[in-house]
C-alpha cells in the first residue's frame, strides 16, 4: 500500500484523481486524503491541475466506484455479499460482516438519503452504496445523494488542501500535504455530517410536523 500511496502522490493528475477515488468508493479500501488534499494543493501552488476540476473528477470517479457496489449488491444480492465479506479476499478489502451490517442498519435507519449523509461518516461512507443495491433503491436518487455526498466530502478535503497552501507555505510535496489532511479529515468530516444530519432533520420535520400539527 505505501508504494501505491507513493506511486499516487508522485503522479497525481486527473486521471489519477478519477482512478483512486472511484477505487476508494467501492470496497477497495484507499484513503481519499492521499488524493484530493494534496491534489487540491498542487492546483493552489501551480498551474498543473484547476480546484474545481479537481472537485468534479474526484466527484465523478466516486460515483463509479459507488456504482461498482451498488450493481454488485444489487445482481449478487444480500447473501453473497456477505459470504464475500467473510472470506479471505472481502478480509484483504478491510471488509467483515460486522462492518457490512453496520452500513445496512445505517441504512435502513436513515433511508434513500443515507447515501448523502452515509458519505461523510467514517467506515461507512465507502459501504453505504452496497444495502442501497441490497434494497434495490431507485437509480435516480442513489445517484443524485451519491453526487451530492461526495461533491461534499471532496470538497472539504479540496478546502483543506487549498488551506494547507495558505497556511503552511513550507509545505513542499504533496506527501507532506497528505499527512496534514489526514490529522483533520476525520474532525472536520463529523463537522460536516452532523450539520447536514441536522439539516435534514429539519427539513423532514418542516415538511411532515405541520400536518402532524394539523392532525392532532
Same mark, same amino acid.
Given at each position: 500500500?505505501?508504494?501505491?500511496?507513493?506511486?499516487?502522490?508522485?503522479?497525481?493528475?486527473?486521471?489519477?484523481?478519477?482512478?483512486?477515488?472511484?477505487?476508494?468508493?467501492?470496497?477497495?479500501?484507499?484513503?481519499?486524503?492521499?488524493?484530493?488534499?494534496?491534489?487540491?494543493?498542487?492546483?493552489?501552488?501551480?498551474? #498543473? %491541475?484547476?480546484?474545481?476540476?479537481?472537485?468534479?473528477?474526484? @466527484? /465523478? &470517479? !466516486?460515483? +463509479?466506484?459507488?456504482?461498482?457496489?451498488?450493481?454488485?449488491?444489487?445482481?449478487?444480492?444480500?447473501?453473497?455479499?456477505?459470504?464475500?465479506?467473510?472470506?479471505?479476499?472481502?478480509?484483504?478489502?478491510?471488509?467483515?460482516?460486522?462492518?457490512?451490517?453496520?452500513?445496512?442498519?445505517?441504512?435502513?435507519?436513515?433511508?434513500?438519503?443515507?447515501?448523502?449523509?452515509?458519505?461523510?461518516?467514517?467506515?461507512?461512507?465507502?459501504?453505504?452504496?452496497?444495502?442501497?443495491?441490497?434494497? #434495490? %433503491?431507485?437509480?435516480?436518487?442513489?445517484?443524485?445523494?451519491? @453526487? /451530492? &455526498? !461526495?461533491? +461534499?466530502?471532496?470538497?472539504?478535503?479540496?478546502?483543506?488542501?487549498?488551506?494547507?497552501?495558505?497556511?503552511?507555505?513550507?509545505?513542499?510535496?504533496?506527501?507532506?500535504?497528505?499527512?496534514?489532511?489526514?490529522?483533520?479529515?476525520?474532525?472536520?468530516?463529523?463537522?460536516?455530517?452532523?450539520?447536514?444530519?441536522?439539516?435534514?432533520?429539519?427539513?423532514?420535520?418542516?415538511?411532515?410536523?405541520?400536518?402532524?400539527?394539523?392532525?392532532?
Amino acid at each position: 500500500m505505501e508504494e501505491i500511496i507513493r506511486w499516487v502522490l508522485e503522479n497525481l493528475d486527473y486521471w489519477v484523481v478519477f482512478l483512486f477515488m472511484a477505487i476508494e468508493s467501492s470496497f477497495i479500501p484507499f484513503p481519499s486524503e492521499v488524493i484530493v488534499p494534496p491534489a487540491a494543493w498542487l492546483a493552489m501552488t501551480g498551474d #498543473k %491541475m484547476n480546484i474545481y476540476l479537481v472537485v468534479i473528477v474526484a @466527484t /465523478l &470517479g !466516486a460515483d +463509479l466506484g459507488a456504482l461498482i457496489n451498488y450493481w454488485l449488491a444489487r445482481w449478487l444480492g444480500r447473501p453473497v455479499m456477505y459470504k464475500f465479506a467473510n472470506s479471505r479476499f472481502g478480509h484483504l478489502c478491510l471488509l467483515d460482516e460486522k462492518k457490512m451490517a453496520m452500513a445496512e442498519e445505517y441504512f435502513r435507519k436513515h433511508g434513500s438519503v443515507s447515501t448523502l449523509v452515509g458519505r461523510l461518516v467514517p467506515a461507512v461512507r465507502q459501504l453505504i452504496s452496497i444495502p442501497a443495491g441490497i434494497a #434495490k %433503491m431507485k437509480m435516480g436518487p442513489f445517484l443524485l445523494y451519491t @453526487t /451530492l &455526498g !461526495a461533491g +461534499l466530502w471532496n470538497s472539504v478535503l479540496a478546502v483543506i488542501g487549498c488551506s494547507i497552501s495558505w497556511a503552511l507555505p513550507d509545505i513542499k510535496t504533496p506527501a507532506d500535504v497528505a499527512e496534514v489532511a489526514g490529522h483533520y479529515s476525520t474532525e472536520i468530516g463529523w463537522t460536516i455530517f452532523f450539520i447536514v444530519a441536522a439539516a435534514v432533520v429539519w427539513m423532514i420535520y418542516k415538511k411532515y410536523g405541520n400536518k402532524i400539527d394539523i392532525e392532532e
